[in-house]
């Protein structure tokens, strides 16, 4: 992400600040975040998200389930591993909202968790089930403000990561996924020196999903960050052309992966929604326990 600069919203009873990782913690750390919504209650959608994240809930206990109906609703850990998100699924909190967040790059979330990515994909577990020492670093104090957290979340994230190796797809990879159609994984396993058959390997061990399926994602991903009203995250790949072939190809693709059209989403967030993956849905019950 290129954001450099702070980034909050204003809307009373919402605030959301985004704070990009200081440089030495990027092979890693993406942003920090803390989100607090007093407003936040009833069933959303949940969308997909390429990045993995740790999230400590504040507040109301988020739920998340399955987009297949009758699918059981599971409450998120307080403090918990967020793994990337490639299918859209709901997501519920019955009022106040109140996280803090660090987002992770896919060598981040790997270091933390010691095992294949592909295990955590669509995925929330505990943190505490597979880095105890870092959950309970990582709880706020009484009373802690955000910045006070984020300073001491950093240091403690230096410790953790000082011995780790950033290993995983090459940037230019990356980059040529993003904004190239035709070819992209050929002309990305090129860049890495790598034959294709070696790099489709290579990345699904690193990223936990098919390069392609990685891509659509994605890209449904800048689509997102250009079409909300007021997006809190721009389009890292800036004036780039996001690769489809067409309108209807990019409507279609948006469908399948978020399980609502572009125009869906551009009303939700013209009613006021500031979250870029959350949209709010009508008709489905939240859970029961709740």
Not at 220 to 234: G, Q, S
Request: net charge positive; aromatic share 8%.
């Amino acid at each position: 992400m290129k954001n450099s600069d702070i980034t909050a919203t204003q809307d009373s009873g919402r605030s959301l600040i985004f704070e990009p990782a200081p440089a030495d913690l990027t092979p890693f750390v993406s942003a920090f975040v803390c989100r607090d919504d007093t407003a936040a209650g009833g069933v959303v959608r949940f969308l997909p998200e390429v990045r993995g994240s740790i999230q400590i809930m504040l507040a109301d206990p988020v739920w998340q389930r399955d987009a297949e109906t009758g699918a059981p609703w599971t409450a998120a850990p307080r403090i918990g591993l967020w793994g990337p998100r490639y299918s859209w699924c709901y997501g519920f909190a019955a009022r106040h909202i109140r996280a803090y967040a660090v987002g992770l790059t896919y060598a981040g979330l790997r270091a933390i968790t010691r095992t294949p990515t592909a295990r955590i994909v669509d995925q929330i577990l505990p943190l505490e089930a597979c880095r105890p020492d870092l959950a309970r670093s990582l709880a706020p104090l009484a009373g802690e403000p955000f910045p006070a957290w984020r300073r001491r979340a950093e240091t403690r994230l230096r410790e953790v990561f000082a011995a780790e190796t950033a290993e995983g797809p090459e940037a230019e990879a990356l980059d040529i996924l993003a904004t190239f159609d035709g070819g992209a994984v050929a002309r990305a396993a090129s860049v890495s020196g790598l034959s294709e058959r070696q790099f489709r390997r290579r990345f699904q061990d690193a990223v936990g999903v098919p390069p392609k399926l990685y891509q659509r994602a994605l890209r449904i991903d800048r689509m997102v960050r250009r079409i909300h009203v007021a997006p809190w995250e721009t389009d890292s790949f800036g004036d780039a052309p996001i690769p489809f072939a067409d309108q209807p190809h990019a409507i279609r693709e948006f469908r399948a992966m978020t399980g609502i059209s572009p125009g869906a989403y551009l009303r939700a967030s013209r009613a006021g929604g500031r979250t870029l993956r959350s949209v709010r849905v009508d008709g489905v019950d939240g859970p029961p326990e709740a």
